[in-house]
C-alpha cells in the first residue's frame, strides 16, 4: 500500500506560479512511475504528467508542456509538480497516483494509488 497526500493547491491569478507537492508512504517506490492527473469542472479525468521515480525520467500532456515541470525528492519520498504561466483552463482537481508496474502510461486506470487531490483555481 502507498498513502499519497497533495498539497499546495489555491487561488492563483493567470500567468502566476503554483508547486504541488505529493508526499508518499508506505512503501519504496522504487521502479514505479509517479502521475500527476487533473479533472477540470464538467471533463474527465486527464493525464498530466509523470516521472519514473527510479531513473528520473518524465512525460508530460501536450496541453502543459513547458509550462509545468515534474520532479521528484528520493530522500522525502515526495513528488512534485511546478506549474508556470497558469491559465484560467488550468482549473482543476490535481491528484497524484502511482503506477507500480512502471510503464508509465497516459491511462488513469493503469495508476493503483490515489491522493485525495488538491483544488487548483487560476482566475483571469
Known amino acids: 500500500q502507498v498513502q499519497l497526500v497533495e498539497s499546495g493547491g489555491g487561488l492563483v491569478q493567470a500567468g502566476g506560479s503554483l508547486r504541488l507537492s505529493c508526499a508518499a508512504s508506505g512503501q519504496n517506490l522504487r521502479g514505479y512511475v509517479m502521475g500527476w492527473f487533473r479533472q477540470r469542472p464538467g471533463k474527465e479525468r486527464e493525464f498530466v504528467s509523470a516521472?519514473?521515480?527510479?531513473?528520473?525520467?518524465?512525460d508530460y500532456a501536450a496541453s502543459i508542456k513547458g509550462r509545468f515541470t515534474t520532479s521528484r525528492d528520493i530522500a522525502k519520498n515526495t513528488v512534485y509538480l511546478q506549474m508556470n504561466s497558469l491559465k484560467p483552463e488550468d482549473t482543476a482537481v490535481y491528484s497524484c497516483a502511482v503506477d507500480i508496474e512502471g510503464k508509465g502510461t497516459v491511462d488513469a486506470r493503469a495508476y493503483v494509488y490515489w491522493g485525495q487531490g488538491t483544488q487548483v483555481t487560476v482566475s483571469s
Open positions: 516521472i519514473n521515480w527510479s531513473g528520473g525520467g518524465t
